[in-house]
């Protein structure tokens, strides 16, 4: 069998497998966060932090909320990372340094998960589990949390109530992330990935790219599943997912990329669920649909069948790739972890094609909306949806309608801030690196292929991915700053401005559907998302890819 007819198939079991779990995922989901009664567990939960579960909020107090419990987050994973010397299971590591404690514990509850550090020689057993892992849990839990309040924006009429950020939380992490990666762990166990506290810190072992350098054994198959199930990238080992110990074989490989995929996509069942129509939930995955398959059918090409003597001779660009895997399923999962805010990588992505690393690149830049991350891409995608009905209604001159509700001036204006803050802080964090000594100086290599490796790391932090085109020395207070900023603003902003949206569109009635409403759930709207999708991130961030991938494959 050829190795394109391989990766054919791999994509094609992916698809039925998400297509298959879409339903029943997607309506557990509806069931979870629309029923009224809670678990024992969940009552004693809203005891000991003192919540009325039963006790609605409006956008602003259901912002705060995000925020306060975001806050003490940071706090409590920086002080964790600084005293890690005087806890239990520390292996001997030393405190993390102050800005690295920074970038890391904004990076872990922002969801990003970007590790400027190898997790195996900094991190000892107690902070990866109890710090990093329980945000790899909440932090996704956060996300759902903020797209179930712009789907209750949509559903709802005349309130201001937009839910509970304290119930959706919990009911998120203990009847949906927790139970999922109990049965993934035990899979990704049964395929050969570790669960135990061996310590060999004196062992040493070939990583994926052909180093050498001292490991040390933890628990991973749980912090693996945990990872993949809450796209996000942090992990035990520097070489990530393409470590034996977190993906042993072609088939956990397989399952890695449909726990990325499961969650987001069957979000849109959810979503038609909770505004009564479930063929807008299919519209919905349908543009996300269409731009995954185009995105890493492209990958793939440009990686299979790039230019050069070296990779012509041997039929694929092998280099960075771990031969367990092949080029093509790693393209794949490099796809899907781009296109999703997991940031968790199998293959070293610096040594991509030019143009198979600048669709890792643009994949970030659509927004991470196909699917996206767990409830990050639902609401993203929404608020696209919001921007293409206004572009819609300006076209044929009438007041843009969606799912019953007018877009006016204070809709588009929440959509628009929440489309252009992401930009905004790449293209500034981009250049101020590029004209600062600082910048320029962890610079491993020059010229448009050291530019895409700045342009990727900042794209990477602003909209919470967490993969790394590597090649620039982010461990410098310098980055370490620059990109925790740009972490905790991609994420916390974008957040404010979704969640003012909801509150505006709950307190509107609902407009009837007329002659002149523009049909939201047919082929000609998915292709119009798509397009609008595409077009923005083009105008976008063009000039910024033409000097670097693009300038790179030219040359």
């Known amino acids: 069998m050829s190795t394109t007819i391989a990766g054919i198939i791999f994509i094609g079991s992916l698809v039925v ?109 107690l902070v990866q589990m109890a710090g990093l892992a329980v945000q790899n849990f909440v ?57 135990n506290f061996w310590d060999a810190q004196d062992h040493v072992v070939n990583t994926v790219a052909g180093g050498r350098q001292a490991i040390t054994g933890g628990p991973v198959a749980s912090q693996e599943v945990i990872k993949e199930l809450g796209t996000n990238g942090g992990g035990f080992y520097n070489a990530n997912s393409a470590h034996p110990f977190e993906n042993g074989t072609s088939w956990t490989n397989w399952f890695e990329i449909f726990l990325i995929l499961v969650i987001p996509f069957s979000l849109c069942r959810t979503f038609g669920r909770m505004v009564g129509q479930n063929r807008q939930g299919y519209a919905i995955a349908a543009v996300m649909s269409t731009i995954a398959i185009i995105s890493i059918a492209l990958t793939n090409v440009f990686q299979l069948t790039h230019h050069g003597t070296v990779p012509v001779a ?119 690196a590029m004209a600062t000594g600082s910048g320029r100086a962890a610079m491993l290599n020059s010229g448009a292929h050291g530019f895409s490796e700045v342009l ?9 991915n967490g993969s790394a085109f590597a090649g620039v020395t982010v461990n410098t207070v310098w980055y370490d700053t620059a990109l925790g900023l740009c972490m905790a603003f991609g994420r916390f902003l974008p957040i404010i401005f979704v969640l003012a949206l909801a509150g505006s569109l709950a307190r509107q009635g609902h407009t009837p559907e007329s002659a002149g409403t523009l049909p939201t759930h047919r082929p000609q709207f998915v292709g119009m998302v798509v397009g609008v999708t595409v077009v923005l991130v083009a105008l976008t961030f063009l000039p910024a890819l033409a000097l670097g991938p693009l300038a790179e494959g030219i040359h």
């Open 139 to 195: 932090s996704a839990a956060v996300g759902i949390c903020v797209a179930i309040a712009l789907v209750r924006g949509f559903a709802r009429k005349r309130t201001a109530q937009l839910g509970n950020f304290w119930v959706d939380l919990t009911r998120g992490s203990v009847r949906i992330l927790l139970p999922i990666a109990f049965v993934g762990a035990i899979v990704l166990i049964a395929g050969g990935v570790v669960q």
């Open 314 to 432: 041997v039929g694929a660009s092998m280099e960075g790739v771990e031969t367990r895997f092949g080029v093509a399923d790693s393209a794949t999962f490099a796809a899907a972890t781009t296109l999703t805010s997991t940031g968790a990588v199998n293959s070293f992505h610096d040594s991509y094609t030019s143009l198979g690393g600048m669709m890792t690149m643009f994949n970030m830049m659509l927004g991470e909306v196909a699917p996206g991350g767990v409830g990050a891409g639902l609401y993203g995608m929404l608020v696209l949806a919001v921007i293409t009905v206004f572009v819609a209604g300006l076209m044929v001159g009438r007041t843009p309608e969606y799912l019953g509700k007018k877009i006016g001036s204070r809709e588009i204006k929440f959509a628009a801030m929440y489309f252009l803050i992401t930009p905004i802080l790449v293209l500034t964090g981009t250049a101020i």
């Open 456 to 464: 990727y790391a900042f794209t990477s932090a602003s909209n919470n």
């Open 17 to 125: 497998a998400v297509a298959v779990a879409y339903r029943p995922l997607g309506d557990h989901m509806y069931r979870v966060y629309g029923g009224t009664k809670h678990t024992r567990v969940e009552r004693g939960i809203y005891k000991l932090i003192g919540v009325k579960p039963d006790a609605e909020q409006t956008w602003a107090v259901y912002a705060r909320s995000v925020l306060a419990f975001s806050v003490i987050s940071i706090l409590f994973l920086y002080l964790f990372q600084r005293v890690q010397n005087r806890l239990l299971l520390s292996l001997g590591f030393d405190p993390v340094k102050p800005d690295q404690a920074w970038n890391t514990a904004v990076s872990f509850v922002t969801n990003t998960n970007w590790q400027s550090y190898s997790g195996e020689s900094t991190m000892g057993h």
